[in-house]
């Protein structure tokens, strides 16, 4: 028998005595917000990696809001999670078994793994629309659950739209909505971190308080108890806002956009108001005398180690904090995502799949 199959086999024969393959997939698409009940939970064999693809144990899975967008019919500009397939996720996994020349056993890598325990990858991420493929994990920059918060798209998000979009100068005012969230929080500091006065706007008084202790804002304003949010942010932005940090678009974007002073800039990196919206709805757009193109994070892949390395140095010396939401357990998957996006998250909302190696934070 040829010496690869022979190796196939016996891993096969390993891995069904260690345990189950345990998979959420979308049992139906949800009419308005997600319920538990839009998901299935599954448990099979657990896959041996034919040539040219690796074996991977998911350890950390990413929660975003983007997952419920890629639940509906016909989703904007993206691929959708067909009907009984795995949920799409953004993971930390470690490399068990390989077929694959570049990677190896105990490789750390982030991968477009989704909900699942174990995942087979040819190195160009489990879903297609990953144009950037699987990347190695590097310790040495920081815990590797960072690798999908922080360091990872969300703290790459934030870095290259702020730079690019809004090209921060000292003195101006920066307005950033969900600013308590792993994108939002980001993108605050980086603006503070070029000088900027930078405002929050979220949707808890606890949210602001730990925007503005935790993440170093000037200020923060929860919109949902503001009686009359324009005025509130007139306080304070007296001179009115220079750049506007737009994570939600609706009527939190029409507010700002009427505060934008001659020469702002916008940079728009989700319309998270409406990925529950009922289908046949009109989708909110940008008035058309402000009309803006929504930030693509892939864009910048070829820039990604740059942007890590930045992040990963301002993280160390201090300019740049974090918060990591974590719920244990991938059974709590549904729940976390629909939590998250009722905004029960504060910084960059998790799920525990499994341990990390040993030795590995």
Not at 23 to 37: F, H, I, T
Not at 180 to 200: D, E, L, P, T
Not at 249 to 271: F, Q
Not at 335 to 340: E, L, P
Request: hydrophobic letters at 40%.
């Amino acid at each position: 028998m040829d010496k690869d199959v022979t190796k196939v086999l016996f891993e096969q024969a390993r891995l069904e005595v260690e345990g189950s393959c345990r998979r959420w997939l979308l049992a139906r698409r949800p009419v308005g917000p997600a319920v538990r009940e839009d998901f299935q939970f599954v448990e099979d064999m657990i896959p041996a990696p034919p040539p040219g693809k690796y074996l991977a144990r998911v350890i950390w899975l990413s929660m975003d809001p983007k997952q419920r967008l890629l639940m509906n019919a016909t989703p904007r500009n993206t691929e959708q999670v067909p009907l009984f397939g795995v949920m799409f996720g953004n993971t930390v996994a470690e490399v068990l078994v390989s077929n694959h020349p570049d990677f190896q056993p105990g490789d750390i890598v982030q991968d477009l793994l989704g909900w699942q325990s174990h995942a087979l990858s040819d190195g160009r991420g489990h879903y297609v629309n990953n144009p950037y493929g699987t990347r190695k994990v590097k310790p040495a920059l920081g815990p590797i659950s960072t690798a999908i918060g922080v360091l990872g798209n969300g703290g790459l998000t934030a870095y290259f739209s702020v730079l690019n979009d809004l090209k921060p100068r000292a003195g101006e005012t920066l307005l950033v909505s969900t600013a308590a969230g792993n994108v939002g929080s980001i993108a605050g500091q980086i603006g503070k971190i070029h000088g900027c006065r930078v405002i929050g706007l979220t949707s808890t008084d606890e949210k602001c308080r730990v925007v503005v202790e935790e993440f170093g804002y000037d200020a923060c304003i929860n919109y949902r108890t503001a009686t009359d949010l324009s005025a509130a942010i007139r306080r304070e932005a007296p001179r009115g806002v220079d750049m506007f940090y737009d994570n939600v678009g609706g009527t939190i974007a029409e507010t700002a956009a009427s505060l934008l002073n001659p020469g702002a800039r916008v940079s728009i990196i989700g319309y998270t108001e409406q990925y529950s919206a009922v289908a046949g709805g009109k989708p909110w757009t940008w008035p058309g005398h402000l009309s803006q193109s929504q930030f693509i994070i892939h864009d910048y892949h070829r820039e990604f180690d740059a942007g890590i390395a930045q992040l990963s140095a301002w993280v160390k010396d201090g300019r740049l904090r974090y918060r990591e939401d974590i719920v244990e357990g991938l059974e709590n998957a549904p729940d976390a995502m629909i939590d998250m996006l009722n905004g029960g998250n504060i910084g960059k909302r998790i799920v525990r799949v499994s341990p990390n190696p040993a030795g590995v934070a």
